[in-house]
C-alpha cells in the first residue's frame, strides 16, 4: 500500500516536473531566443527589464493578458477559440515520452517514437482550422500552406526515424538511449539526422521554413486574426515544438542523458540547449524558401535521400546479419 | 548546401564582434561640435542680439518653421519683435544658419528637446536667445557694417573709409 502511494507521488511529480519545466522554458525560450538573436545582429536584444532582461517574459505576460481578447465577426468562434489550444495540447502529450533521464520521465511506451509522430501530426490541426476559423484570405492560405508543408514533410520525417528504430530494435525511447551507449546513433545516422532536423523545422513552422506566417508575403499567416493570449498560445506552442524536437534529436541521435561525469540530467539539458541554439541560428542565418521550392525539396530531394537511408541502413544490418 | 553552412558560420561569428548599439539614455552619444541640433539665437560680444531681422533664415527654410517681425528700436538697431522657430516641423537641415548674414541664428549639438504638448515645441524668442555669442566669439555685426546707430557714426566701423564729401573734389 505504502509503495503504491510512492509510485503514485513519484509519478505525479515526475508529470508536474516536466509540465512545469517545459512551459518556464519555453517563457524564457521567448526571452533567450530574442537575446540571441540580438548577438547575432551586434545588438543587446531586450535587456531593459530585470536582470539580463529576464523579467521581459513576465512583461510580455501581462501584456498578452490584458490585451482586449477579440473574435472577429466573421470568425467561426468555437473553432476559432479551439485552435489555439490543439497545438499546445498535442505538444505537451507528446512531451510525455520524452526520457530525460534514467529517473526522469512520464512514461515508457512501447510505441513511443510513433506517438510523437502521431501528435506532431495532429498539431497541424491546431493551424489549419485557426486559419479556416479566421475567416480571413491570409489565414487561409497560411492554413493551406501548413497543411501541404506537413503532409509532405511527415512523411519523411517518419521515414527518416526508422533507421534509428532499425538500430535500435525497438520504438521505445528509453531503449533506443540504451542502445546508443556503445556510441551514438548521429554517426551512422547522420543522414537521417539531418533529414529529421529539417523535418522538424518544417513541423514547428520554424524559419526559414515558416511559410504559414511568412510576414511579408501573408501579413501573419494562421494568426493574422489571432491577438492576446490566443496568439500567446500558438507562439507558446511553437516554441514548445522547438523544445521537443531539439529534445527528440537529443534523445534520437546524440544519446540522450548519456555522457560522462555531468550527471545524466546536465548532459540531456546541455544537448537540447545547443539544438536549441542552433535552431535560433537558423532563424537568424537563413531567408526563406519560395513555396514551390519548398515543396520540391521535399518531395524530390529529402524523400528519396530517407528512403536511400532507410534502404542502406538495412542492408547493412542484414550483411552484418 | 555549402552556402548555407557558410552563412550559418558567418552569422555565428558575430557573437564575438563587438555589437553597434549604444545604450543612450546611460551611455550618451559623441556628437561633433558642427552637429546639427536645436537652434539657438546669439548675442554679440556686447552682449546685444545679433539677429537684425532681415527674414534671410525664414525664406532659406524648407519647411517654413521660422516666423518674425522686424522692428526698428530708439538708436536705429534692426532687431526681431518676435522670433518664433516651430520645432516641430523644424528638420535641423541648417539652411538657416547658413543664410543668415550675422552669425545670429546657429545650430546645436542638442537633440534633447522632446515635450508631452505639441505646442511647447513652438519656441518663442525668449527661449531661444542664450547668453554668448556661439560659434564666432568676436563678431559683432554692426561693428562691421556701415549703417549709423547710435554710438556709431558713419566710417567709424572696421575697415570702413572715413566718408568722401562729394562737393569737395575737384573735378
Known sequence: ?321 | MISILRSLWLVFRHLFTRRVTVEYPEEMPYLAPRYRGRIVLTRDPDGDERCVACNLCAVACPPDCISLQKMEDADGRWRPEFFRINFSRCIMCGLCEDACPTYAIQLTPDFEMCEYDRQNMVYEKEDLLINGPGKYHEYSFYRHAGKTVSGKAKGEAAGEAKPVNVKSLNL
Open chain 1, 1 to 321: 500500500m505504502n509503495t503504491g502511494h510512492a509510485d503514485i507521488a513519484m509519478t505525479l511529480l515526475n508529470i508536474f516536473g516536466v509540465l512545469t519545466t517545459a512551459v518556464l522554458l519555453t517563457a524564457l525560450l521567448t526571452w533567450g531566443e530574442r537575446r540571441l538573436l540580438g548577438f547575432w545582429q551586434d545588438r543587446p536584444g531586450p535587456n531593459r527589464v530585470g536582470p539580463f532582461g529576464l523579467m521581459q517574459v513576465v512583461a510580455d505576460m501581462i501584456k498578452l493578458f490584458f490585451k482586449e481578447d477579440f473574435i472577429p465577426r466573421f470568425a467561426d468562434a468555437p473553432v476559432f477559440l479551439l485552435a489555439p489550444t490543439i497545438v499546445m495540447a498535442t505538444t505537451l502529450l507528446a512531451f510525455v515520452v520524452v526520457p530525460f533521464s534514467p529517473a526522469v520521465g512520464v512514461i515508457d511506451m512501447h510505441i513511443g517514437l510513433l506517438f510523437f509522430l502521431a501528435m506532431s501530426a495532429l498539431a497541424v490541426y491546431s493551424v489549419v482550422l485557426g486559419a479556416y476559423a479566421s475567416g480571413n484570405k491570409y489565414a487561409l492560405l497560411g492554413g493551406l500552406r501548413a497543411a501541404a508543408q506537413t503532409v509532405s514533410y511527415e512523411v519523411f520525417m517518419g521515414l527518416s526515424l526508422m533507421g534509428v528504430v532499425m538500430l535500435a530494435g525497438s520504438f521505445d525511447l528509453r531503449s533506443i538511449v540504451m542502445a546508443q551507449e556503445n556510441g551514438w546513433f548521429l554517426l551512422p545516422q547522420m543522414l537521417g539526422c539531418a533529414i529529421f532536423l529539417v523535418a522538424g523545422i518544417a513541423e514547428s513552422h520554424r524559419l526559414p521554413l515558416d511559410l504559414p506566417e511568412a510576414e511579408h508575403e501573408l501579413t501573419a499567416g494562421f494568426h493574422t486574426e489571432y491577438s492576446g493570449m490566443k496568439f500567446g498560445l500558438f507562439f507558446v506552442g511553437e516554441y514548445l515544438s522547438i523544445l521537443l524536437i531539439s529534445a527528440l534529436v537529443t534523445t534520437l541521435f546524440l544519446g540522450g542523458w548519456l555522457g560522462p561525469w555531468l550527471p545524466p540530467l546536465v548532459w540531456f539539458a546541455l544537448k537540447t540547449f545547443a539544438l536549441v541554439c542552433l535552431f535560433i541560428l537558423l532563424r537568424a542565418a537563413l531567408p526563406r524558401p519560395r513555396y514551390d521550392q519548398l515543396m520540391a525539396f521535399g518531395w524530390k530531394v529529402m524523400l528519396p535521400l530517407a528512403l536511400l537511408n532507410l534502404v542502406v541502413t538495412g542492408s547493412v544490418l542484414i550483411w552484418r546479419g
